[in-house]
């Protein structure tokens, strides 16, 4: 491809991946045309934007989060938190997940910081990019060696929460342990939520040991669905 | 003298559109629970509360004590009392945060949900292992 135009292939990328699922053989495709393209235009953040989209949407979540990170971190630009964001649904579902109002790059760190929990990617060049209680989770759950069961027991709730669910993490100390709250946020009746918490708490008592239960604990909070 | 049931009735009457009566409302309601709860794991489980100067509080002490139970609806309940005990910290202590008031009531829920079946869970393990005794 000539210097000058990977914009706009990019955006025929971006229109491919955004309209359904690519299959493993496009993506070979895709990828290999974005590394031609990189070496006409290395700086391109789009070839990092495209890549992790497809990634997401075949369910790669950890090998799309370091080519999302390397995107964003190139530009603070709104779009590429939308991209962090599809990490979290598939791909049918993707509408409704644009309606957050994504305008403040808080909000996208915070985005970041859910990403890289998602990923279970706590690597030190990743972490960096986070700022405030964002990263202050990430590096409780570094001190207390529970990153990866926070990373499994995120998951596990992204899988089993509905959609629509938000999340998001805090962390401090007590009784002398790094405790983490994950706040599930449910478009649900009350009577709904109360019965979805009892739910969430039989789910992870069979997966997990007492120690993990302590010290990562699912709060949760709804909104009466409109 | 009161009781658990009075503290979540209290809880109950707290809630309003005030968010400091609504994160007085958590805290009773956490407390309730907690009375409640440790009362019946004393009396049906053999619970015994921490010794004065142990390490451990009384809170994280039954939390651990529940979630460490075999009984899964035992565990369950451990769970969902430790999910009350850090709303309670978050409405006393983050005084910065926003509480909704929903999210008050669904915590006044919460706690009046655990305490009812933290009765029938106790109450079932009761008769259950009284008949095995009898069984035996």
Redesign the interface.
Known sequence: MPLGQPQKNHEAFLEEVFSGKPSEIRLQQIVKQLKKDKTSSPCDDAVHEVLGVALMRLNRVEQAIPELVTAFRMSPCESYANNLLLGYREADKLNEGLKFNINNLDYIRGCLATSVILAGDYSEHIIDLLEGDDVSVVRAALESGMQNELTSIFRFLVEITPYGTGYSF?S?K??GHW?I?ISISLNSE??E??SF??QI??A???KYS?EV??KI????????AA | MITSKEILKLARELLCDSEVKNRAAIGRAYYASYHAIKNLAKVKLGYHAPEKGD???VH?HL??FL??HSE?SI??I???L??LS??R??ADYQLNATI?K??S??IV??AS?IID?SKKSFIALDTDSSDQQMDA
Do not use: F, H
């Open positions: 805090e401090d007590e009784e405790i709250d009350e009577s939520a109360v918490s009892k708490s039989r992870l008592s069979q007492p239960l302590m604990v699912p709060l949760i909070s709804y909104q009466v | 390490r451990q509080s994280w939390c651990q979630i460490s899964e565990q369950v451990g769970c969902e430790r999910k850090r709303n910290r978050k909704e929903n999210n009531t669904l829920a919460m949900s079946d």
